[in-house]
Structure formats: C-alpha cells, structure tokens
C-alpha cells in the first residue's frame, strides 16, 4: 500500500497486512523495535484467562531456527540488547532495543519468534508462570492482590475484572491445543504492527520487514467484540486480612476512556495529585503527616472505560487518618487549581515532552501504540492540549469522576475492624 506521512512518524502497509510504523530519529543512536498483536485479556473468558499470557511465554520456547530460549536471547543480544515482552489488557508487545546496524537481523529474529513457534515444553512453562501467579496468594491460598480485588470491584465478571497473568486453576488447565489455536487464530498478518523509532528511513526498513514479514500469508481477522462493564454502583469495598506489617490501600474511580472529551484533563488531575515529591497527595500525606513513604496515582484508559487509581501502603495504626487526608484532597481536587499549580504542571509535561525526543522507547510507544490503539497523540498535539489546559477543566473531570457513587476502595493487611467502620463512613460522602 502507499505509504502514509504523518507529523513525526511514517505508515507502510505490506500486502498482507502487515502495518509498519517508523518514528525517524536521526540524531539518535540506537533503535526501538516494537511488534505490537492485538490480543489481550480482554479477548478472554474466565476459563481462558491467562492464555494470551501463556502464549506471550511459549513463543520463546523456540522456533523454526532457534531450538530454545536461550539460543532466542543469545541471537537477540548479538544485535545489542535482550528481547523482551508483555501481555496486557488489549495487547500482546515483543520488543528489543537494537543497534541500528542490526535492525534486518533483528526484524528476521522477530518474525521468528512470531512466525515459527514450535510450542514445546508447555508443561514447564506452565510451572514457571504459575510461580509468578502465586505471588498473589497468602500461605493460606488466599488472594492478597490489591490489584486484584480493586480490579473485581470496578469491573466485576467482566474481563477488564480478570487478572492479566490468570488464575492457577486456569494456568493450569492449558493444552497444547488451546495454547496453538490461540495463537493461530491471532497471530496473523492483519492483527500485527510493528514500529520502529531511530535513525533509520523506511527505505532502509521497508525491504527488511518485506523480507522478513511479506510471505507470511494473510487470514481473516479475529473478531474482537469490547462490550461495555456494567456501571458501579458504589462506594464498593474490598477488605482482605492478611498478616504483613502494612496496609495496602487503593481508591479507583471509574473514567469515561482515552475517547472522553475529559481524558486530558485527567491526565493533568493525575499529575497534580501525585506526579513528583511536590505534587498534592505527596506533600498532604508524605511531606506534611508522616503517613507513607510513597503514593502513587495513574490512569488506565480503553476505547470507551477506565480507571483513577491512588495508591499507597501505609501502618495499621495510621490508616483513618490517611483516608481523612485522601478524602480532604478529593475534595479538593473539585476545586480550582491556582494558577501557580496549573503553570508548574504544564512547564513539567512540555519538558518531558522534550525529553522524550530522546527516547526511542518513548518515541516508539506514543507512536506505535498510538496507532495501534487508535489513541495517537502526536508530540506536536500533546503540546498544544498541554497548552491549551485550564483550572477549570481539571476542576469540570474532576467533579465528573470523584464521586462517591464510582468509587471503589480496597485495604488489604491487618486492618481493625473499628477502622473499617470509620473508613466506609468517610467515603460514603465526598
């Protein structure tokens, strides 16, 4: 297909299907190589949770050249770094950071690994995710994930609810046979995009992904149906005891995803609650109380849904007094900013915006799973919305989402019961 010029970036579609992304860096050195193949946990149902996963790992249990993972890893090393990857909820990414002298071997190293799987010592593989899988539970078998439980609250049975890695009792009921048949039916031409970002031109690429991507034959693409979870009626609460010597504490808020109008608002929400040492939430609960050592918050978004996570571990004795001060600075949070505030945050995003030039990691992630995703943001696009923020607009998708009827908390550790009392009757009312 044509080729496709974008601000920053280039498109290439294969015949087969294949899209091809390049990020030109010229005054960079190395270069970023991403295979992006949609297929997440979101694809799955709760007997399958976990197979995009396992897949992910059964790739590097050899293919058609190389007989195991370490000969896999040895090849990609030699190109001048190791070969990572990563299931997450809508995506599969393969990824390495090579030296731009390499990147032909490197591409024929990736359509290896996703082109020749030979699937073989699943059971083994199965022992070594199930050990990571683990991790979650107490020795009592009890699951002690925060991540987890808040998961379940805002999302409930669907999908988004389920944890990407799986549950030990699906981990350990894959086949070889599913494992395959997952694969195949999304491991194919059309449902892969791969971005490069570096100094590199797609003259120098293009006949390198033709050559390592361009007889792979083409198949239908794998229906991806994305209905919507049903609304929280909240506040929702998770208490799980464990025997630690801290609480861990979430509160998550339900968002309207990366398509909201309001999206860019709450990522400057986020940032003024715990984006550094100075941000709110750090100087109230940190700086001011001696309450944590850390708290963070982020913001995950999908096509039409999301999520405002804080997030901090913290003594039991000094747990009503940390929801008191995060109930404070939600309340807050729904009044303007002052200009002062506002100002910092967007001097800060634009120099980090700058510095991501530098970054082919950064640069291959905004644009290739930008495009991949259907969320792209270009440098330039980033720039003028961060310029373009107002008190006001913080203050609007604030009040929109901080509400006690979309919040869910959780508390995991050993927290007392007359604190849970007075947890619940805080957060009830914002």
């Not at 396992?54 to 001048?80: D, K, T």
């Not at 797609?202 to 209905?227: C, H, N, S, T």
């Not at 203050?395 to 007359?418: D, H, I, K, N, S």
Request: aromatic share 8%; charged share 20%.
């Amino acid at each position: 297909m044509a080729d496709s010029i974008g601000e920053d970036y280039l498109q290439h579609s294969l015949a087969n299907g294949v899209r091809l992304v390049l990020v030109p860096a010229p005054h960079l050195h190395s270069v970023e190589l991403v295979c992006y193949v949609g297929v997440g946990s979101r694809d799955e149902t709760r007997a399958q949770a976990g197979l995009s996963h396992v897949v992910e790992h059964m790739l590097f249990r050899g293919n058609s050249r190389y007989a195991s993972g370490p000969l896999i890893e040895q090849a990609f090393e030699r190109c001048g770094s190791s070969v990572n990857a990563a299931t997450d909820v809508e995506s599969t990414s393969f990824f390495a950071r090579v030296h731009p002298a390499a990147t032909a071997e490197a591409l024929e190293l990736f359509a290896l690994l996703l082109r020749t799987p030979r699937f073989q010592q699943l059971e083994t593989e199965k022992a070594i995710i199930l050990e990571e899988a683990l991790g979650d539970y107490n020795a009592d078998g009890e699951d002690v994930c925060i991540d987890n439980h808040i998961g379940r609250l805002l999302w409930g049975d669907h999908a988004l609810g389920q944890p990407v890695i799986g549950y030990p009792e699906s981990i350990r009921s894959f086949t070889v046979e599913q494992v395959r048949a997952w694969y195949q039916r999304y491991y194919v031409p059309g449902n892969l995009l791969i971005v490069l970002a570096g100094p590199l031109t797609l003259a120098e690429v293009l006949p390198a992904v033709d050559r390592a991507f361009g007889d792979w034959q083409p198949a239908p693409l794998p229906a991806r149906d994305f209905p919507l979870p049903p609304p929280v009626i909240g506040p929702r609460f998770a208490w799980v005891a464990d025997n630690d010597a801290q609480l861990s504490v979430q509160l998550a808020w339900r968002t309207g995803g990366y398509r909201d109008p309001a999206s860019p608002a709450l990522r400057a929400l986020r940032r003024l609650l715990a984006e550094g040492g100075v941000s709110r939430l750090m100087s109230s609960l940190r700086e001011d109380a001696g309450l944590t050592y850390h708290v963070d918050a982020s913001l995950e978004e999908y096509p039409a849904c999301g999520c405002l996570t804080i997030d901090l571990t913290s003594e039991p004795d000094k747990l009503v007094r940390v929801v008191e001060t995060l109930r404070r600075e939600v309340v807050r949070a729904c009044q303007p900013a002052s200009a002062a505030e506002v100002q910092h945050l967007i001097r800060t995003a634009l120099h980090q915006l700058d510095f991501s030039r530098d970054s082919v990691e950064e640069l291959a992630g905004r644009y290739g799973w930008g495009l991949f995703s259907g969320q792209l943001r270009t440098l330039q696009q980033e720039r003028q919305l961060w310029q373009q923020l107002t008190a006001e607009a913080i203050v609007t998708a604030a009040a929109q989402v901080l509400r006690p009827e979309q919040l869910c908390f959780a508390c995991v550790g050993p927290w007392r019961a007359a604190d849970r009392q007075q947890v619940e009757a805080l957060l009830r009312v914002l």
